[in-house]
């Protein structure tokens, strides 16, 4: 959406979301079509002054990170729900059945070293925690870009030209991965 802002010099944009953001974050994210900068999320002012606008048309309710279930009551569950999904992927790919399975417990074998950029809120978490499922040892886990999403290093969107601190933490680190 960020590109389609800049590509078409749209006013803004609107991105529907549930994913590494602040719970506070997910549901909608509203995109400024700023000229002079590049799409950006908007600042909180700038939201509840959209919301107050709309709420004239449409219920409007703005979710508090403190109404929503913390990431830690469905994280496991969610973990093992990926784990299993992955491993039929697998096996359905390599036509054997549990050739995913093994193949997920052979990365817990090696001693891999990861570097996540989790272009903030929850994907920290959500990150770390998928990847210690698949057995990456906590030590060997590294996250950048971890804070809140208004005081991101790079904008949103993880194309090439955004993730050079992810390709700089990589080398510093001797990482063996990284995933933005």
């Not at 994280?75 to 697998?90: M, N, P, R, T």
Request: glycine share 10%; aromatic share 4%.
């Amino acid at each position: 959406i960020e590109w389609a802002v800049k590509r078409f010099n749209a006013d803004g944009g609107i991105i529907i979301t549930a994913s590494h953001n602040p719970k506070q974050w997910n549901g909608i994210k509203l995109i400024s079509g700023n000229r002079k900068n590049p799409p950006m999320l908007l600042k909180p002012a700038e939201m509840r002054k959209i919301c107050k606008g709309l709420s004239k048309y449409v219920p409007v309710k703005v979710a508090t990170a403190g109404e929503l279930p913390p990431v830690k009551e469905y994280a496991a569950e969610y973990f093992k729900d990926i784990l299993k999904k992955v491993e039929e992927i697998i096996d359905e790919c390599s036509g054997a059945k549990g050739t995913g399975r093994s193949i997920i417990k052979k990365i817990g074998v090696k001693n891999y070293k990861v570097v996540v950029d989790a272009c903030c809120g929850d994907g920290a978490v959500l990150s770390q925690g998928i990847l210690r499922a698949l057995g990456i040892k906590e030590k060997n886990i590294v996250i950048i870009n971890s804070g809140k999403i208004e005081e991101s290093v790079r904008p949103l969107e993880p194309a090439v030209e955004n993730l050079g601190n992810l390709k700089d933490a990589i080398k510093k680190n001797k990482a063996d991965a990284g995933f933005a």
